[in-house]
């Protein structure tokens, strides 16, 4: 796996206990090929409206996946699983430079299974969550933003613990582990026509995540 280009000005910050944002780590050119390349393979995983378990409501975000296993929410719940819901084909891989990302940022031995693609165009938001659907809750979860500029919120392991709010940024990464990998998280809005990156409008995120224990 190749190094991934490392821009001499990308800034380290420590957000909260476990949640490292790396500020302006892609640069201009790494996310028009992040960009392009994710385009590509959304050609063949199209963007879906995923639904809420039980009520139906649809959500605000479009997603897709790339990799062994998808994250899906519908109906009946939410889950992994190795197919697109509406075509039913595997997913496409995940991109290289993802991958490389991975090894570089989270040093965790086994390499991410599912990359989540989250598109918000104009007025998408995601409300505060945790991410726990996951069996291997040891491993990091590793985001990369891409387009317009956004509110990200981030809490405790309590719904009621007090939240802070960052700015994420085109070409900035996080990663979240330890004390901050089952913390609740969310996107209060998306700043519309911050980046122009986008065809159509909006931000991408890319969230890679190791779903079952390695081995
Ligand atoms: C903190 N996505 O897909 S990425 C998600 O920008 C999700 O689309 C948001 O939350 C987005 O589930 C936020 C940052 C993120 C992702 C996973 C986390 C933060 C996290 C898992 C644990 C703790
Ligand atoms: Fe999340």
Redesign the pocket.
């Given at each position: 796996m190749g190094t991934v280009e490392a821009p001499t000005d990308a800034l380290r910050l420590d957000v909260a206990p476990g949640?490292v944002l790396w500020h302006g780590r892609l640069d201009a050119g790494a996310q028009r090929a992040l960009l392009d390349d994710v385009l590509a393979r959304v050609e063949l995983a199209p963007f879906y409206r995923p639904r809420m378990p039980l009520s139906g409501a649809p959500f605000s975000?479009e997603e897709t996946n790339f990799g062994p296993l998808g994250?899906v929410s519908d109906k009946s719940g939410y889950r992994y699983q190795p197919t697109h819901p509406l075509s039913g084909k595997p997913w496409p891989a995940i991109p290289p430079l993802l991958l490389a990302l991975w090894d570089e940022l989270t040093q965790y031995p086994a390499p991410p299974q599912c990359c989540?693609v989250?598109l918000?165009r104009a007025g998408a938001k995601?409300g505060l969550?945790?991410?726990r659907d996951e069996g291997a809750r040891d491993a990091p979860?590793l985001?990369v933003?891409l387009g317009d500029e956004?509110l990200?919120r981030?809490g405790g392991t309590s719904r009621r613990d007090p939240t802070r709010g960052v700015a994420?940024r085109s070409g900035d990464v996080?990663v979240?582990g330890g004390p901050?990998?089952?913390?609740f998280?969310?996107?209060d809005r998306v700043k519309a026509g911050t980046s122009g990156q986008i065809p159509g409008g909006g931000?991408i995120?890319l969230?890679l995540?190791r779903v079952t224990p390695p081995q």
């Open positions: 949640v975000v994250w989540l989250n918000y995601m969550h945790q991410d979860v985001s933003s956004a990200f981030i994420l996080l979240f901050a990998r089952l913390a998280h969310g996107i931000r995120n969230t995540r």
